[in-house]
């Protein structure tokens, strides 16, 4: 009997806290705002690294690589100066394409693109100060005076 008694006194502590445990993860909810006082915004973060190329500039390096051959090949979506994802895919493709090893089309600036680049820019004649992967100031000028090439492309 004593075995039965222990065995009640343990199932009826383990069902007040159950209880006592559910009452409290339910207390914090109490106390919210209801959900009319409450708004949803949806954040978008448009990441653009245009290696200090102005808006002109920035449009003149987009229509480049988006008549380059084969036209269509190669889309840096909307003209619009400024450098995002969707323009370093399309340039990072467009370096692969040549030969130039721009690494894993994904749109993220890092080494390798610019790497890519500075092979690009050395090989149609611009100084980028070697090819390090590192967009200093060299690369940006040679990245620039290749987007006034000409007056631009658009």
């Not at 890519?116 to 100031?137: C, E, K, M, N, S």
């Amino acid at each position: 009997m004593r075995s039965n008694a222990l065995a009640r006194t343990l199932v009826s502590a383990a069902a007040v806290i159950g209880l006592a445990a559910g009452g409290l993860a339910t207390a914090g909810t109490s106390f919210a705002a209801p959900a009319s006082a409450t708004s949803a915004r949806t954040v978008t973060i448009k990441a653009t690294n245009n290696l200090g190329l102005n808006t002109t500039e920035g449009k003149s390096v987009q229509c480049y690589v988006r008549d380059a051959s084969p036209v269509g090949k190669f889309d840096p979506g909307t003209i619009d100066g400024q450098l995002g994802t969707k323009s370093w895919k399309a340039w990072q493709a467009f370096l692969n394409d040549r030969g130039f090893n721009a690494g894993t089309v994904d749109g993220d600036v890092g080494p390798n693109t610019i790497r890519g680049l500075q092979r690009f820019l050395v090989h149609i004649g611009y100084d980028t100060g070697g090819i390090d992967g590192d967009a200093g100031p060299k690369t940006r000028a040679a990245w620039k005076a290749f987007a006034n090439l000409g007056g631009g492309w658009c």
